[in-house]
């Protein structure tokens, strides 16, 4: 049997666009699949020039880069060059249109393709507050259209096995847990206009690099098979602000999870992270640690409790699951995606809604209780 092709309608032409649009024409068969496909039909931009200057570049692929497969096997032939979104939107040849625009754009362009008939795979922070998202939800479930927030660090390999480690209860009952995303990124460095430092665009760390820290809480705590509260609360947050522009420099929260565990998140642009515990869940047997990145994790630890608390892990063992080669990693959640979409689903299981809303509630709670422009704006939903 033929593998299932999903035709691609891709929004903005960024750097996340870009590499998103290569993952896509990687060979299937270098991260073991065989049933998907990938072509892209449309791609839209803000003049049709850019459009065509993105696609050129596409077709531009070295022999050595990963996207050479699919420019070769005829995934590019046709593809139409946008100078609108609504031009792809309106194609008939899209099947699903993948949004990669600044966040503050999320709800606009996920609504307008949705009301257009468009099934939508969206990049994180999915919407600027929990109002916007309920929106598009809505619209989703009434035109059974499949949503998806693009948390790609769920679909990759290391997810799976660590899945599977607490499936088995080898850990026992988590007692506290922590993530981080930090980068020593140097605003100082940037113009206030940038879009992580310029308010109008949801600039700061919170709500570009908090998916992160998010997505290991929801792996390791909220779908672990010892939790029972679907609803955990942000008991407190405090967010750093950065004078300049005012966005918040830093944010942490942390987090209850009903007769269980306290989560303590933390994102920051001042400081770089530390590289074998990004994520740790400290459970009765033994330590799981992520090593960094927090969004492309390939390594974990098991490590045992100190001499004075022991548990049943005695030795420290290192595991590691990497991206498949010559890809960057974005693959793995667009096979998700035309799975779900070819077996009639309007969202994956992987990624549900209700766990989106976990987080973007987590958001709105660290946003409005800050200080930072931030705090008193609002969405656009209903708009």
Known sequence: MAPYNLHWGIIATGSISSEFSRDLLVDPSTRGVTDISHSIAAVGSRSVQSAERFIEGLKAAAPSDGWTWGVQKGKLDGVKACGSYHDVYNDPNVDVVYVGTPPSAHHRNVKDALLAGKHVLC???????????????????????????????????????????????????????????????????????????????????????????????????QRNPHNHDQDPQVVFSHQTVYERTQVDLNSRWLVQWKDLCQGLLLSDLSASGQREATAVLQCEEGDLVIHYPPYKAETFSIIPRPDRFAGAIKEKTTHHHPIAQGNNGLSYEADEVARCLRQGKVESEKMPWAESRIVQGWFDVVRTQGSTPLATIKGTAGQ
């Open 123 to 221: 990049e994180k922070p999915f919407t600027f507050d929990l109002e916007e998202l309920d929106e598009l939800l809505a619209i989703a479930k009434d035109k059974k259209l499949f949503l998806m927030e693009a948390v790609w660090t769920r679909f990759h390999p290391l997810a799976a096995e660590v899945a599977a480690l607490l499936e088995s209860g080898k850990l026992g009952k988590p007692q506290r847990f922590s993530a981080d995303f930090s980068m020593d990124w140097k605003p100082d460095s940037e113009p206030a206009s940038h879009r992580m430092l310029n308010p109008a665009l949801g600039g700061g760390s919170l709500l570009d690099m908090g998916p992160y820290p998010s997505v290991w809480a929801m792996l390791l705590v």
